[in-house]
Each structure stands twice: as C-alpha cells, then as structure tokens.
C-alpha cells in the first residue's frame, strides 16, 4: 500500500526557513513524479512544484523554495528559504505512480503538514 508522511512543518518567522520531508512507502519511487502543494484554509489546493527529471515550480516560490529527492530513501523534500506569511498554509505531499508525458497527475496524496509564518 503506498503511503507519503510529510514531515518538517511548524511556526517560522518571516525571512526564516524550513525543509519539509515526504517519506514514501508501498514501492519504490525512484521513477515517480513527486511534488508539494498546497492550501490555504478555505481555499482549494494549489500547486508548488514536481520533481520527474526535471524540476518545476510556481512562480510564488521559485527562487525561494527547492525541491530535492533522496531515492535511495524514497524521501523528497522541500526547502522554504525566505519565507512569507503568505506562504502559511498545509503542505501536502503527493506522487504520480503512471508518471508519463511530463505532465504531473498526483494519485496519492500524504496527509498534510502545517506551515505557518509569522510576520
């Protein structure tokens, strides 16, 4: 059975930084796109950035975040580098198993962990 636990969320001030862990599980991921989104309480899930290859990003974070991946782990990360109250939300994240076309379908997604930044 897959599963994705995000690790790594909590309260940072403005400017500061955090990495955010998705441990994968149930196959192996090496193949896989991976990435994060994200939501804002009351508002739908937005996209942050995937990793199959190449990496991409929203033009919100780019710059600022990266994504990164230990295969040998099946981890991915995401490290936040000045960040902003604007970037306080639940970080989910999530896998594409066709991973196919370079277009990023996520299939299973991880539980969600808490961000929040305060100004």
Not at 7 to 28: D, E, M, P
Not at 85 to 90: L, Q, S
Not at 99 to 104: A, C, I, K, L, Q
């Amino acid at each position: 059975q897959v599963q994705l636990v995000e690790s790594g969320g909590g309260l940072v001030q403005a400017g500061g930084s955090l990495r955010l862990s998705c441990a994968a599980s149930g196959r192996t991921f090496s193949s896989s796109y991976m990435g994060w989104f994200r939501q804002v309480q009351g508002k739908g899930r937005t996209f942050i950035s995937w990793s199959g290859g190449r990496t991409y990003y929203a033009d919100s974070v780019k710059g600022r975040f990266t994504i990164s991946r230990d295969n040998a782990k099946n981890t991915v990360y995401l490290q936040m580098n000045s960040l902003k109250p604007e970037d306080t939300a639940v970080y989910y994240c999530a896998a594409d198993l066709d991973s196919r076309d370079n277009v990023f379908r996520p299939t299973y997604w991880g539980q969600g962990t808490q961000v929040i930044v305060s100004s």
